[in-house]
């Protein structure tokens, strides 16, 4: 079973990934504000997650589900077989010789928000839950 730390899960304006790094613009998005409902969610996820570097090579298994405060299901994705960057391949100063890292950049600009309300964002790794974020749709 792998062994992860998350690094970054954001909701965010815009990401991109950099070789193992990712670079956000407006990070930490918590209110989506529109004119009417049903809309585009308008925004990207940030993703990194750090493994031990024993782990590199291994299939790794990241699953993204959005759904409302109730548990209705709005999208879910799975992400397979994501390549872990050994540290030492990163620039000089992210280096950690016992660790790797793997990063993925979700564009939902298009996802379709159906109303306003609470949603919740959760990240598995291998099944096993690492994470979630909530926005508020208004």
Known sequence: ???A???MFELC???SDRGGLISVLGAG???ISRDQYPNDLGAMIAISVEIDAYQVGEKVALRLSI????GDPIAEDYINELAAVPSAEL???FRDPGAAVFVHVVGVQRMQIP???RYVMKLSVDDVPVGSLQFLAQ
């Open 5 to 7: 730390r998350v690094r």
């Open 91 to 93: 620039e000089e100063h």
């Open 1 to 3: 079973m792998t062994s």
């Open 13 to 15: 304006d815009t990401a």
């Open 29 to 31: 998005i918590d209110l």
């Open 115 to 117: 109303e306003p309300g």
């Open 67 to 70: 759904q409302k405060q109730n």
